[in-house]
């Protein structure tokens, strides 16, 4: 539909480990469910880019102690540093749990992904931190500017 509407490519997004995941996370069977889809509905391929995330779109979001500090001390001003993370897409738990223990730890405040997220996301002004340490970022940021 969208094709059909004039966009001239369709970016498809999605975490690996899906909230509502109750199975093994499998990037070959969720890439064949996307391309079915997209056949049904004659959609052209090559118009389309699949950029699955490591883990969660939160794995993004704590690329850049920076950011987080600055939207951590929004809440709780007395917040001193938060750390840039060196791997986020290889965080032992889910980049989500982890977010929420840090949301806990410096502000008390249950992390809420919807309201929280969208908050992070416009503090960023420099993507050279998340582009060194998040290679589904590389690949979503090359999709964005390929011509």
Sequence with gaps: MLLLEGCERILIVWDLYPAWGDHKPCRYEDRKTIFEALDAANVDRNRVALICIQQEIEAWLLADGEVLTGFLQSINSHLKKVSHHKAPERIGCNPKTAFNKLMQEHTGRK??????????????????????????FQRFEYHIRRP
Excluded: P
Aim: net charge positive; hydrophobic share 40%.
């Design 111 to 136: 992390y809420e992904d919807y309201a929280h997220a969208r908050k992070i996301v416009v503090r960023i002004n420099d993507l050279s931190r998340l582009r060194k340490v998040c290679l589904t």
